[in-house]
């Protein structure tokens, strides 16, 4: 018997944007690996799926991937999730995929939303050519020299940000890069979701004359901050999307 390491994505937020193969997916598997058992659960109830789950976080990676893997290479059916999202998107499970790939065991993704692209085409900036940093360092020295580092990017770039850091991040840009024009999307697919599409002195201002909650996506395009790539031709359709 082959067993498989199923990569199912999840809904980022609103709990109705969860696929059909998803649900399917996830009531045929013998095991369920995920960030946050008691998080999972909500979701999980909501489709009517009874797994076993195993936590699997950054602190638990290394010790569990080898585990996981071989129950995989035994035969076992298994799926990993995240909290939100694709699974392997700034959080351990691409450590899970490169132990799968090192003992040749087999793998199936299982696409669905994630965060980082449902702001990018909801910014209004290019979409053609993008580069996702992950989230921002923590430390302002290294802040600094990430945001240094993308001074000449001609590509939209996109950052992952959270609510306590927000404030700091936006200063951080503003005094590395200038008082550009950003995209700042939060609580997507929610109920309170906001797309704010200002400079950076203007966001700051926004924010701070609210309780700052939810995940934040943070976009910016140097070259050109408002409209479509000057590279796309008029109606031009890609075929893959």
């Known amino acids: 018997m082959v067993g498989t390491l199923y990569l199912v994505a999840t809904p980022i937020g609103n709990l109705g944007d969860f696929t059909y193969r998803a649900v399917e997916t996830l009531k045929n598997v013998d095991l369920i690996a995920c960030e946050d058992t008691r998080h999972s659960k909500i979701l999980l109830a909501r489709y009517g799926i009874d797994k076993p789950l195993t936590g699997f976080f950054d602190f638990s990676e290394k010790e569990k991937a080898p585990r996981i893997i071989e129950k995989v290479k035994n035969g076992a059916k298994v799926a990993l999730i995240s909290d939100a999202g694709t699974p392997g998107i700034s959080d351990p499970g691409y450590r899970l995929v490169a132990e799968a790939i090192r003992v040749g065991a087999r793998m199936e993704a299982i696409p669905g939303p994630t965060a980082l692209v ?9 979409t053609d050519r993008f580069v996702f940093e992950g989230f921002f360092p923590v430390k302002a020295g290294q802040k600094k020299a990430r945001l240094l580092s993308l001074k000449d990017e001609p590509r ?13 991040t936006l200063e951080a840009i503003r005094e590395t890069l200038g008082d550009l024009e950003i995209v700042v999307a939060r609580e997507l697919t929610k109920k309170f979701e906001e ?47």
């Not at 939209?156 to 850091?165: A, G, K, L, W």
């Open 156 to 168: 939209t770039v996109i950052f992952y940000e959270s609510p306590h850091r927000l404030l700091k």
């Open 118 to 126: 449902a702001a990018l085409v909801l910014s209004g900036l290019p």
């Open 195 to 241: 797309v704010v599409r200002k400079r950076v002195s203007e966001a700051i201002t926004h924010f701070s004359h609210k309780k700052v909650l939810g995940e934040f996506v943070i976009l910016w395009n140097l070259m050109n901050p408002g409209g479509s790539s000057p590279n796309e031709p008029p109606g031009f359709i890609r075929r893959l999307r």
